[in-house]
């Protein structure tokens, strides 16, 4: 399972999630069971190199066999040009859209391979969401575009808020973060109906009445960016501790990964895990010499180097 979060001020966006991947299998009874969670997996993504663009993911974390870090990857590819197959799908760097980009996922992501990987699936669908945002081409403001798969449904991409509004989203096991900053858990409207002689328009109601005054607003425009990040990595941290104590399996953990996405900086990692060592994997460079030819000219003259 997963925390994911997009953070949207006037200085730009932040995007942060963990790193856990749970693993379900089914038990005799024909109930799901957690098998195994790894604390490993990519879910903040750079969607066009280069560009100030990225998205976030929750839910399944593959697609058959292959995992939605790869899956992105590819998709990476044909944003960027390099897949002779899709031109089409390049985005120009002078006219590009963040909801350009964002319907690019969905047809890549679901029409292509969650339809055909799970149209003759027997059982329920798995569930998975992605989060598309980032500044369009020439815009002074940011965008944030969501798309949700639900049972096999997709809905999406939808805008978020308006290019000139902030605000805060978290999706994936929202528990932690609803009691912090809506005031109460997920489960109370389902509790509050299941008590004979409750109205469930009248608890609607009231919930609807009670939640302003209790929501604490923690995201304001002119918030600078750095204080956007920590407050992202908070809510992730958070998350991943109330996972950890509360009974069941920690199913958000991992390390903490933060992306920051601004007008003029662009797309930055501010945290970011790596499965190798970078003393282990040094950029390689070398010095090739070129025989000169004509043989009065010296061979010291005749090296290039190349990285």
Not at 80 to 88: I, L, Q, R
Not at 273 to 298: A, C, I
């Amino acid at each position: 399972m997963t925390i994911a979060i997009s953070i949207k001020i006037n200085d730009g966006l932040v995007l942060a999630a963990d790193s856990a991947s749970t693993v379900f299998g089914l038990i005799p009874s024909g109930q799901l069971q957690v098998i195994n969670v790894y604390n490993n997996a990519d879910k903040v993504f750079n969607l066009r190199k280069g560009l100030p663009i990225g998205a976030i993911t929750w839910g399944s974390g593959s697609i058959g066999q292959a995992s939605v870090s790869t899956i992105i990857k590819d998709l990476r590819h044909r944003l960027t040009g390099d897949d002779p197959g899709f031109p089409s799908w390049k985005l120009d760097k002078h006219k590009y859209t963040v909801e350009e980009a964002a319907h690019h996922l969905k047809e890549f992501v679901f029409d292509d391979l969650y339809v055909k990987a799970y149209q003759a699936f027997p059982q329920q669908k798995p569930s998975l969401g992605f989060i598309v945002a980032g500044y369009s081409a020439n815009a002074g403001m940011a965008d944030e575009f969501q798309i949700d798969i639900q049972n096999g449904i997709c809905s999406g991409p939808k805008r978020l808020r308006t290019r000139e509004e902030v605000g805060l989203t978290w999706s994936g096991e929202p528990e932690a973060l609803n009691r912090l900053l809506v005031g109460h858990s997920t489960a109370l409207p389902a509790l509050l109906q299941a008590q004979p002689g409750l109205n469930p328009v009248q608890i609607n109601q009231a919930l609807n009445n009670i939640r302003p005054q209790l929501q604490l607003p923690v995201v304001l425009p002119a918030m600078p960016l750095q204080d956007a990040i920590d407050l992202a990595e908070f809510m992730v941290d958070l998350t991943i501790k109330f996972s950890r104590f509360k009974p069941g399996a920690p199913t958000v953990g991992g390390p903490i990964e933060i992306a920051a996405i601004s007008k003029h900086e662009g797309f930055r990692w501010i945290k970011r895990k790596y499965y190798f060592r970078r003393e282990l994997n040094p950029e390689e460079k070398f010095t090739r010499v070129y025989e000169p030819e004509d043989k009065g000219q010296s061979a010291e003259a005749s090296k290039r180097k190349e990285t």
